[in-house]
Structures are given as structure tokens and as C-alpha cells.
């Protein structure tokens, strides 16, 4: 069964950094843009940043431009997104997805079960 596996959550100080990973099991990733979202409590869930099939086109948030990187590896079928300057206001729960499509299209077909990242001194 299809899975994305997210990993690399955790506490950071403010102005810290950490790196996300998103694994995937049972299929491969060329062939669909990814992206990453995240959702803090009582807030809806939000985009983060997206990174097309080629790795040749990303988008970002406004919130997260210059502090935020979003990668890919095909051929170790893994997603990564690269945070620095983390603010208390990235704390929240972010989740690996995949598109429907080779392009940011924002239309998710699978999810991944969340990792917890907190910022806070």
C-alpha cells in the first residue's frame, strides 16, 4: 500500500534549523510533483512549498520564502524540506503530499501522517 513516511520533526530553538524527510513506500516519486504542507493547532491546514517531478520548478509561502528549501532525490524516492531561521510561528504539524500531477497543481492524491515540529526556547 502507498505510504509517505515523514521524519526529522522535532523542538528547535528559535532561529534554528531543521530538515524534514519524506519517504515513500510501495511507489515511485518521478513522476509527481510533491509538496509539503503544515497545520498549527486551530488553524487550517496551509501550503508550504512545492517542488515539481524534474525538481526544476518550486513554489514557496509567502511566510516561509528565503528560510524554507524544498528538494528532491528521485532516485532515493525521498522529498526534503530544508528550514532555517525557524520562527515560533512555524511550530505546527507538517505533512509530506503527493500531486495528482508532474506539476504544483495543489490537487493531493496521498498524505502522509504528519511530524510534529515545535519552535521554542
Known amino acids: 500500500q502507498l505510504q509517505l513516511v515523514e521524519s526529522g520533526g522535532g523542538l528547535v530553538q528559535p532561529g534554528g534549523s531543521l530538515r524534514l524527510s519524506c519517504a515513500a513506500n510501495?511507489?515511485?516519486?518521478?513522476?509527481?510533483?510533491m509538496g509539503w504542507f503544515r497545520q498549527a493547532p486551530g488553524k487550517e491546514r496551509e501550503g508550504v512549498s512545492c517542488?515539481?517531478?524534474?525538481?526544476?520548478?518550486?513554489n514557496y509561502a509567502d511566510s516561509v520564502k528565503g528560510r524554507f528549501t524544498i528538494s528532491r532525490d528521485n532516485a532515493g524516492n525521498t522529498v526534503y524540506l530544508q528550514m532555517n531561521s525557524l520562527k515560533p510561528e512555524d511550530t505546527a504539524i507538517y505533512y509530506c503530499?503527493?500531486?495528482?500531477?508532474?506539476?504544483?497543481?495543489?490537487?493531493?492524491?496521498?498524505w502522509g501522517q504528519g511530524t510534529q515540529v515545535t519552535v521554542s526556547s
Open positions: 510501495a511507489f515511485t516519486l518521478d513522476y509527481y510533483a
Open positions: 517542488i515539481s517531478s524534474s525538481g526544476n520548478s518550486t
Open positions: 503530499a503527493a500531486d495528482y500531477n508532474y506539476y504544483c497543481s495543489g490537487y493531493v492524491s496521498h
